[in-house]
């Protein structure tokens, strides 16, 4: 293959003109400040409009700023919503599905998802609802702290079910977001799919609630723009290198190391191969995690079938006896929930 030659007039020091033709090293060494970025002539704009109208039919009179940020945010107790800065622009978003695997927010449908989520948190903070004492009776404390990881009930019909992860769980804050978002979405027949749900009163609720503000203006209606982009003075390198160390346990290759150790790599045909003897006794480990260290089952079992994936993509086999690479493989899997349990994480310390 030949190699590319980009020919193009360089523009003065600061801000790039032109993302399409820049060789992927150079842009990952631009800083996120200098990128030539803005909600406006990008679809972001339309989404947002479309999320804008749909409170201008509940005559909801307030509309949050938008602004481009490093993620999704809505800064805590400030009316405006953070949009990730990579969906502004196409080489951008094929950049983040390169570097993460994944691109939150990259479809309409699930952008206005997220758009609706924040906005639900910035109406929250512009009109104060959370100081109602009816708000803090249905949804629970805004004061609750935050942790790192939450657990949640994925049967509970407690909550809607909105974002992903049961995400309405997490806090009383993204209980109201999440359920503010299923009330406004036009799209949304509420009433007849929450029917029986404890979810249902909530949601009654936030109509109650947003009858009161019908037409009326914010008690806050202008806020700081935390993380904004254009003041992300980090390279887009750095920018990733931070947030792949961060995430390291959510791609493919996080367990490659620990299994190599435990399992070797295939040299003849007539080797036990690993995810083989995992899928074998998957319910006894499951079964004996769950017992020493009371996590949900569940959660075991992800854990399990990305380890089996992972075995058969690398093709690893038993180097011993099946009941050793049990043993092995069941001190690995609860040594991993103990960490999660007690840091959030589950990377080991070598």
Not at 82 to 90: E, W
Not at 275 to 287: E, F
Not at 337 to 342: A, D, K, Q, S
Request: proline share 5%; charged share 35%.
């Amino acid at each position: 293959m030949t190699e590319k030659h980009y020919m193009r007039v360089l523009p003065m020091p600061g801000k790039l003109t032109d993302l399409e033709n820049i060789p992927e090293e150079e842009l990952l060494s631009t800083r996120i400040c200098d990128l030539p970025l803005k909600v406006e002539g990008s679809w972001l704009e339309e989404c947002i409009k479309d999320v804008y109208r749909e409170l201008d039919q509940r005559e909801i009179i307030f509309k949050p700023a938008c602004y481009l940020a490093d993620e999704w945010l809505t800064p805590d107790g400030e009316p405006v919503v953070g949009i990730p800065f990579y969906l502004a622009h196409p080489v951008l978003m094929k950049i983040e599905k390169k570097m993460m695997l994944d691109v939150e927010g990259e479809t309409k449908e699930w952008c206005l998802m997220l758009i609706r989520h924040e906005i639900g948190h910035a109406i929250n903070y512009a009109y104060r609802l959370y100081k109602k004492k009816k708000w803090q009776r249905i949804f629970g404390s805004f004061k609750k702290e935050y942790k790192d990881t939450y657990r949640f009930r994925p049967y509970s019909r407690n909550f809607v079910r909105h974002l992903e992860d049961y995400y309405a769980q997490y806090h009383p804050d993204e209980d109201f977001a999440e359920t503010f978002s299923v009330w406004l979405n036009p799209e949304s027949d509420w009433e007849s799919q929450y029917r029986g749900w404890n979810a249902l009163n909530k949601l009654r609720y936030v109509e109650e609630l947003m009858k009161e503000i019908r037409n009326r203006p914010p008690a806050v209606s202008k806020g700081k723009k935390y993380w904004e982009a254009s003041r992300m003075k980090q390279t887009l390198k750095n920018y990733y290198k931070r947030r792949k160390d961060f995430h390291a346990e959510d791609f493919p290759d996080f367990h490659d190391a620990n299994l190599k150790e435990i399992f070797i790599e295939k040299i003849s045909r007539e080797q036990l191969p690993a995810y083989k003897v995992i899928k074998k006794y998957r319910a006894d480990i499951i079964t004996s995690v769950f017992n020493w260290t009371g996590e949900r089952k569940y959660v075991i079992d992800d854990l399990l079938k990305k380890l089996i994936r992972r075995c058969r993509e690398l093709r690893l086999v038993v180097s011993r006896t099946e009941s050793h690479a049990v043993l092995k493989i069941s001190v690995y899997v609860t040594t991993l929930i103990m960490n999660y349990l007690h840091t959030g994480r589950m990377r080991l310390k070598k």
